[in-house]
């Protein structure tokens, strides 16, 4: 039997072509991108099935990270895309980044460099609209306790409280603690505040013997550590 016509609806096609029992039968593995969000979007519109369409989408935006970096008029574009099927896919990509952090606090990862904290969060932060601030509580042998978010603020700014910090630290029994923030616009270079800021932690964790290992600003898939540079007080 041939393959299905272009535009023959996926409940037509031989069993062993349809994403969702492709992938009940052979594992999620198997899927090419296509099939995958076609699962999600779970239909098509007239004419056209739910692979084709998805076919579409990723010709558009290349990768599922590349996804990452839009909002609903985007997706709108697609003839067929409802608020449904967008809200499926952003639902599906923010839990795909979610998950190595996920892990990692399960697996209780050693950070010996900020390259090591980079890699847990840059999938997460680098696509944010807004800054976000998180908190990477340590024990003694550098083993992360829990990554913690400290605050969310606007496009340009996030106001994490010093104290909640070194409190839940202490709560935690951490040993020591990175920070990390991204800048939305790409710009890893600290502003004034940054510098501020992270003094004025780095000083409360003296007093409180928390010690403040780094501050680390995610920007596109690059990042600014002020460890790296020299800047911890």
Request: proline share 3%.
């Amino acid at each position: 039997m041939g393959p299905p016509r272009k535009n023959q609806g996926i409940r037509n096609w031989p069993e062993d072509d349809r994403p969702r029992e492709k992938l009940l039968k052979k594992g999620a593995n198997a899927l090419s991108d296509s099939e995958l969000l076609a699962i999600l979007f779970r239909t098509g519109t007239r004419g056209v099935s739910a692979v084709d369409l998805a076919r579409k989408v990723i010709k558009k935006f290349k990768t599922f990270q590349g996804m990452s970096h839009t909002d609903a008029r985007d997706w709108k574009k697609f003839k067929g895309l409802g608020n449904a099927k967008i809200a499926h896919i952003q639902a599906a990509l923010e839990i795909g980044k979610r998950f190595r952090e996920d892990k990692v606090k399960k697996g209780k990862q050693k950070i010996k460099s900020a390259k090591d904290i980079v890699e847990i969060l840059m999938p997460q932060m680098r696509d944010l609209k807004t800054e976000v601030f998180k908190v990477v509580l340590l024990d003694s042998n550098n083993l992360i306790i829990d990554i913690e978010d400290a605050a969310t603020g606007t496009v340009n700014h996030a106001m994490p409280i010093i104290r909640e910090i070194i409190h839940s630290a202490l709560q935690k029994f951490a040993v020591s603690i990175i920070c990390a923030h991204n800048h939305p616009s790409g710009n890893i270079e600290p502003s004034k505040h940054d510098k501020q800021f992270t003094n004025e932690l780095c000083n409360a964790g003296r007093v409180m013997d928390v010690k403040i290992m780094d501050h680390v600003i995610i920007g596109d898939n690059d990042y600014f550590s002020f460890s790296d540079k020299g800047f911890m007080v």
